[in-house]
C-alpha cells in the first residue's frame, strides 16, 4: 500500500471507495490513508479528482520516493487498529533501546515481530510499519512472545 496524506482522511475514504480504491484510512488519525493500486492509478486520480488535488505522497527521507508499505506489514498494521481501542501510533522512529526484539507467537497479532516497550506503565510490543510509522499493542503475555535474536 502506498501511503498518502489528506487533511481529513475521513472524509476521502467514501471518495476512494467510490473510484473503486482499496484503501484504509486509521482510526485516530486524522491525515494518513493507505491505497493498494498502482502508482499510476494514484497518480491519475490526484490529477483529475477534486479531491486528489489535495492528496499528497509520503516520501521516503532516504530514497525520496514515495513511501509503500509491505502487505504483511500493513496487515499487522490493521490488526492493530481493530483490536486496540486505542494504538499508540507515532510517526518518527522511536529512540526506544530497551527492549528485545520479539515476534508474537499467537493471539489476534500472530507473527507481529517488534520490540518490547514499557509505555503508560504496562509493557507493549512496538511494531515498525514500512519504516514509516510505529503502533503499540495491547499488553502480550510474555509465553506468546518468542525472543529473535
Request: positive net charge; proline residues 6%; hydrophobic residues 45%.
Amino acid at each position: 500500500m502506498i501511503n498518502l496524506r489528506f487533511l481529513r482522511a475521513t472524509t476521502i475514504e467514501p471518495v476512494l471507495k467510490s473510484a473503486a480504491f482499496e484503501c484504509f484510512v486509521p482510526p485516530k488519525v486524522t491525515n494518513l490513508v493507505f491505497l493498494h493500486s498502482t502508482r499510476e492509478a494514484i497518480d491519475d486520480f490526484m490529477l483529475t479528482s477534486k479531491y486528489g488535488r489535495r492528496m499528497r505522497y509520503m516520501y521516503s527521507r532516504m530514497s525520496l520516493s514515495p513511501i509503500i508499505v509491505n502487505d504483511a506489514d500493513m496487515d499487522i498494521f490493521i490488526r492493530i487498529c481493530a483490536v486496540c481501542e486505542l494504538p499508540i501510533v507515532m510517526t518518527e522512529r522511536p529512540t526506544v533501546k530497551l527492549g528485545d526484539h520479539v515476534r508474537v507467537k499467537e493471539g489476534p497479532f500472530e507473527g507481529a515481530e517488534g520490540y518490547v516497550v514499557r509505555m503508560r506503565k504496562s509493557k507493549r510490543v512496538l511494531i515498525g510499519i514500512g519504516g514509516v510509522i510505529w503502533a503499540a499493542t495491547t499488553y502480550i503475555p510474555p509465553e506468546q512472545l518468542e525472543i529473535l535474536d
